[in-house]
């Protein structure tokens, strides 16, 4: 029987609440395919900071570096300013294990409706290839003159060929096993280097799939577009930031932060891959046990797809659509009433049925 080693941090705010659930799908999923998730937990995050000044332990890349996968939940704390939380764990984490591939995937899902007039389920099936380690979250900047009238900030975007290459590579192959259509963001108009190299990088490798049809468009015009004609997009490929926001316009056109999964992976298999939904910690909602699983859920999924468990995973997405599209259990972001608890237990119900 297959074990697999699993670092889990559920993190801050809602993503304990989430990653409990999430466990007992997998747990159940796990049981019914004959293999077995092997789990360790960690406190690390915001509680921890306060305890110990530190987001997690000195070692803890180290530590998580033995393990097969990391399944994360969110981090960000209301009362610890965003770039000490996640600079501190979260993004350290997909930097150390070249996690360069942040991998979006929006499906419009039957029962579910889109705040946009006219679009049904099926109509949109897009994934957002989002570079994960470089360009506009590159670590690099300073201030200078600090808290001064003359204060200066300056905060470095880096891209490397063979960052944006590999990206834009693991792109194309993805738009191969799918639709064969790719498009890539930029802003090349502005941003006369990044996002030159970039444009001439995604040329350069586009020869070498002369199968897939290709555009490129400035991320202004790709948020119109998400909005305007979503059904059009199915492989998108853009850097950090911009893959951030185009995400979450992703996600709020197919039902909301709510059901939007993400991994974040690594093709160095010495390197754990993280799996984490694209949701944050949602403070405005914590405690209360009405966060929406089902993205920690199909995080969960995704993270079986990537440990080879494809049987397993599938189940998984098929309990989860079962339950959107009757709308039992659904919760309140979903327009339903259910608690978080109960709209897994619903999953759990249709995993075995
Ligand atoms: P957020 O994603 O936490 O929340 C945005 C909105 O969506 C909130 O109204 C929230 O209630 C709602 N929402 C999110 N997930 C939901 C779910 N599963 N079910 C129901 N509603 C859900 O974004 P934010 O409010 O901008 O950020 C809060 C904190 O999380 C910040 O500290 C931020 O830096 C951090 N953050 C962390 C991650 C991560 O860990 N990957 C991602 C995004 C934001
Ligand atoms: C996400 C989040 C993170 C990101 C933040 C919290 C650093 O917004 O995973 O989408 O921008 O990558
Ligand atoms: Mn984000």
Redesign the pocket.
């Known amino acids: 029987m297959n074990e697999y080693k699993i670092a889990v941090i559920p993190?801050?705010?809602?993503?304990k609440e989430?990653v409990r659930e999430a466990c007992k799908v997998l747990d159940n999923a796990s049981t019914l395919n004959n293999f077995s998730l092997s789990y360790e937990f960690f406190n690390w995050g915001s509680d921890y900071y306060f305890k110990n000044n530190t987001m997690m332990p000195i070692d803890g890349l180290e530590i998580l570096s033995q393990f097969d996968a990391i399944f994360?939940?969110?981090?960000?704390?209301?009362k610890i300013q965003?770039h000490i939380?996640?600079n501190g764990l979260?993004l350290p984490i997909r930097r150390k294990f070249d996690q360069f591939v942040c991998l979006r995937p929006s499906t419009l899902f039957e029962g579910v409706k889109s705040p946009l007039n006219g679009i049904n389920p099926g109509e949109i099936d897009l994934v957002v290839v989002r570079e994960n380690t470089e360009g506009e979250y590159a670590n690099v900047g300073g201030f200078q003159y600090e808290d001064f009238d003359d204060e200066i900030a300056i905060q470095s975007a880096v891209f490397t060929r063979k960052g944006t290459e590999r990206v834009i590579r693991y792109a194309f192959n993805l738009a191969m096993e799918r639709n064969k259509k790719l498009t890539s963001i930029t802003k090349s108009n502005a941003q006369g280097y990044s996002m030159v190299l970039w444009d001439k990088v995604f040329k350069e490798v586009s020869k070498d799939y002369p199968e897939v049809k290709t555009n490129s468009l400035l991320i202004d015009a790709a948020c119109m577009d998400f909005i305007r004609k979503p059904s059009e997009f199915d492989v998108v490929v853009a850097s950090n930031l911009f893959g951030d926001i185009l995400t979450?316009i992703a996600a709020m056109i197919t039902g909301?932060?709510?059901l939007a999964s993400?991994g974040n992976i690594s093709e160095n298999n010495d390197n754990p891959s993280m799996f984490?939904?694209?949701?944050?910690?949602?403070?405005?909602?914590e405690g209360k046990n009405?966060?929406?699983?089902?993205?920690?859920i199909l995080t969960g999924a995704m993270m079986l797809s990537y440990l080879g468990e494809n049987t397993a995973a599938d189940s998984i997405r098929g309990a989860v659509k079962g339950v959107l599209k009757t709308g039992n259990s659904i919760?309140?972001?979903l327009g339903g009433n259910a608690t978080t608890t109960e709209c897994t237990k619903e999953v759990i119900k249709k995993l075995n049925e």
């Open positions: 993190g801050d705010g809602i993503g989430v994360l939940g969110a981090v960000g704390d209301p965003d939380t996640l979260l979450d909301g932060l709510g993400s984490e939904p694209t949701h944050g910690s949602a403070p405005d909602i009405i966060a929406n699983p089902l993205a920690q919760t309140s972001d």
